[in-house]
């Protein structure tokens, strides 16, 4: 089993930036797939960004997070990340990541991400 824990969250003014951390408690190595997702208040739960393994990797991205965050992952320290660049109003969500192993899915607890205008 493994545990993840977010980390990076908190409070941005629009057209700033966050990088969101997941630290997985074993190894991301063999992950067939690295996502996050947010989900604001009302609304459901949206696949901001993968990384998969796939076909030598590929990404990704919402459309309206196109061009402005970047999934990446460090194999050596078991964390991936979320670089989110130019952030809006509209980012305003709790994030959360997860990966799939062995064909299950963990999910880390979130990370609230408020953006104010």
């Known amino acids: 089993q493994v545990q993840l824990v977010e980390s990076g969250g908190g409070l941005a003014q629009a057209g700033g930036s966050l990088r969101l951390s997941c630290a997985a408690s074993g190894s991301i190595r063999n992950a067939a797939a690295m996502d996050w997702y947010r989900q604001a208040p009302g609304k459901q739960r949206e696949l901001v960004a993968r990384?998969?393994?796939?076909?030598?990797?590929?990404?990704y991205y919402l459309d309206s997070v196109k061009g402005r965050f970047t999934i990446s992952r460090d194999n050596s320290k078991n964390t991936m990340y979320l670089q989110m660049n130019d952030l809006q109003p509209e980012d305003t969500a709790v994030y959360y990541c997860?990966?799939?192993?062995?064909?299950?899915?963990?999910w880390g607890q979130g990370t609230q991400v408020t953006v104010s205008s």
């Open positions: 990384l998969t393994s796939a076909s030598g990797g590929s990404t």
């Open positions: 997860s990966i799939v192993v062995a064909l299950f899915t963990y």
